[in-house]
């Protein structure tokens, strides 16, 4: 169906897999999201506070940041191979996380899986990288981007649901099991031997990261900082302030998966013909308003579910946009790019994953939302500084 958005101007290859890779990363993005929503029931299952929780997510995503930099070596590897060997990581790691009985083997566990999943998404934006030229590749990767709203949309929902009917444990394992039957589906239909055919594994190697990258590194962290900043912690406002169960929460989920989705497909429609950093700018704007508000209006349910819709939507706009960006840092090395692009984002994440909660616990969901705020607007700077570096065309 994803090949139809496509016309026959974009290469054969990219048209005949991007419905596979798109299933694909839905759900290993559906793994990887499935805990934030759900941290007041984990906390409470495995005995520790939101806290507490929250610190052990710091050290998760600081691991995987700093995995994130073995981006060098996705682009020496066969794309295929770095995409099942992701799959596979990422399905054993959700069934681990799902057997933990204590918070360090379910840290280990959310590591593993976060490691996994960066080898899984260098692996396919490096393919797509080989296959599609940057002028016209804000669209494709708009369209494998509403993987990451359809993870929350139709992956984070279903896998709630089988946590309402069962336990948070029973989501994962439901989580797994998709994950593994799409290494089967990658491995039968993606050709092996295909290093794309822009990719020099000598020049990954070597090839530095300019200057200038630093800026786009940074945009990444602070717009991870604000997805963060209201994810982990917009479960527990709900539970707390409205008593929310896990399947309305799962019902929720859904819905801010419906406004992740128009983002992308916005998108993947509008950032080559915007520009991809205004995009991500515009994007990212949209998160300030929103946040602002939110936290003036946290204890009125509808404008309150409103405006976190709203606040993930500019998120994922400004996000999808910049990745064409990340990937185009280092052309020689699309994997080595985005891999530090990614560092900088886990790192983000991993601030907030402990600010956020804490600032939940001692002041409720006002000031991690004024954080979020505050976080957007420093992304805006930087896109902005390294849109004025760079003369090339985006």
Same mark, same amino acid.
Request: aromatic letters at 8%.
């Given at each position: 169906?994803?090949?139809?958005?496509?016309d026959?101007?974009?290469?054969?290859?990219?048209?005949?897999?991007?419905?596979?890779?798109?299933l694909?990363?839905?759900?290993?993005?559906a793994c990887?999201?499935f805990?934030?929503?759900?941290?007041?029931?984990i906390?409470? *299952?495995?005995?520790?506070?939101?806290?507490?929780?929250?610190? &052990?997510f710091?050290?998760?995503? /600081?691991?995987?940041?700093?995995?994130?930099?073995?981006?060098?070596?996705?682009?020496?590897?066969n794309?295929?191979?770095?995409?099942?060997?992701?799959?596979?990581?990422?399905s054993?790691? #959700?069934?681990?996380?799902?057997?933990?009985q204590? +918070?360090?083997?379910?840290?280990?566990?959310?590591?593993?899986?976060?490691?996994?999943?960066?080898?899984?998404?260098?692996?396919?934006? @490096?393919?797509?990288?080989?296959?599609?030229?940057? @002028?016209r590749?804000?669209?494709?990767?708009?369209?494998?981007? #509403?993987?990451?709203a359809l993870?929350? !949309?139709?992956?984070?929902?279903?896998?709630?649901? $089988?946590a309402? &009917?069962?336990?948070?444990?029973?989501?994962?394992?439901?989580?797994?099991?998709?994950v593994? /039957?799409?290494?089967?589906?990658?491995?039968?239909r993606l050709?092996?031997?295909?290093?794309g055919?822009?990719?020099?594994?000598?020049?990954?190697?070597? *090839?530095p990261m300019?200057?200038?990258?630093?800026?786009? $590194?940074?945009?990444?962290?602070?717009?991870?900082?604000? =997805?963060? =900043?209201?994810?982990?912690?917009f479960?527990?406002?709900?539970?707390?302030?409205?008593?929310?169960?896990?399947?309305a /929460?799962?019902? $929720? %989920?859904?819905?801010l998966?419906a406004?992740e989705?128009?983002?992308s497909?916005?998108? =993947?429609?509008?950032?080559?013909?915007?520009?991809?950093?205004r995009?991500? +700018?515009v994007?990212?704007l949209? +998160?300030?308003? =929103?946040g602002?508000?939110?936290?003036? !209006?946290?204890g009125?349910?509808?404008?309150?579910?409103?405006?976190?819709?709203i606040?993930? !939507?500019?998120?994922?706009?400004?996000? %999808?946009?910049?990745?064409?960006?990340?990937?185009?840092?280092?052309? *020689?090395?699309?994997?080595?790019?985005l891999?530090?692009?990614?560092?900088?984002?886990?790192?983000?994440?991993?601030?907030?994953?402990?600010v &956020?909660?804490?600032?939940?616990?001692?002041?409720?969901?006002a000031?991690?939302?004024?954080i979020? @705020?505050?976080?957007?607007?420093? &992304?805006?700077?930087c +896109?902005?500084a390294?849109?004025?570096? #760079? *003369?090339?065309?985006?």
């Amino acid at each position: 169906m994803l090949k139809r958005a496509l016309d026959d101007s974009y290469p054969e290859e990219t048209r005949r897999h991007i419905g596979a890779l798109t299933l694909a990363r839905l759900t290993t993005n559906a793994c990887f999201r499935f805990a934030p929503p759900f941290f007041a029931s984990i906390s409470d *299952s495995l005995h520790v506070s939101l806290g507490r929780l929250g610190v &052990a997510f710091m050290i998760t995503e /600081i691991v995987v940041g700093l995995m994130s930099l073995a981006g060098g070596l996705v682009d020496r590897m066969n794309r295929r191979t770095a995409m099942v060997v992701g799959l596979s990581g990422v399905s054993g790691a #959700t069934v681990l996380a799902a057997a933990s009985q204590h +918070i360090v083997l379910f840290a280990v566990g959310v590591t593993v899986l976060g490691v996994a999943k960066s080898v899984f998404d260098m692996g396919l934006n @490096a393919w797509v990288n080989d296959h599609v030229d940057y @002028a016209r590749r804000g669209r494709v990767v708009g369209i494998v981007e #509403t993987s990451w709203a359809l993870g929350l !949309l139709i992956g984070v929902s279903l896998m709630g649901l $089988v946590a309402a &009917a069962a336990s948070w444990r029973w989501g994962y394992v439901f989580g797994a099991v998709a994950v593994a /039957i799409m290494a089967v589906v990658l491995t039968a239909r993606l050709d092996g031997r295909d290093q794309g055919h822009r990719h020099d594994s000598s020049r990954s190697v070597s *090839s530095p990261m300019p200057r200038s990258g630093l800026l786009v $590194v940074a945009t990444m962290g602070f717009l991870m900082a604000a =997805s963060q =900043s209201i994810f982990v912690t917009f479960g527990s406002w709900l539970e707390d302030e409205f008593d929310f169960s896990d399947a309305a /929460i799962a019902g $929720v %989920v859904f819905g801010l998966g419906a406004f992740e989705l128009v983002a992308s497909v916005t998108s =993947s429609r509008r950032a080559d013909q915007w520009g991809k950093e205004r995009s991500t +700018i515009v994007g990212a704007l949209l +998160i300030v308003p =929103s946040g602002l508000l939110l936290a003036l !209006l946290h204890g009125h349910l509808i404008p309150g579910l409103v405006l976190l819709g709203i606040y993930l !939507l500019g998120f994922e706009f400004s996000i %999808v946009c910049l990745l064409p960006v990340a990937t185009n840092m280092m052309p *020689s090395s699309p994997a080595k790019g985005l891999g530090f692009t990614y560092t900088g984002g886990m790192l983000g994440r991993a601030s907030m994953s402990v600010v &956020a909660t804490a600032a939940y616990e001692s002041f409720g969901v006002a000031t991690p939302a004024i954080i979020g @705020a505050g976080s957007a607007l420093c &992304a805006v700077g930087c +896109i902005a500084a390294y849109r004025r570096t #760079t *003369s090339q065309p985006r």
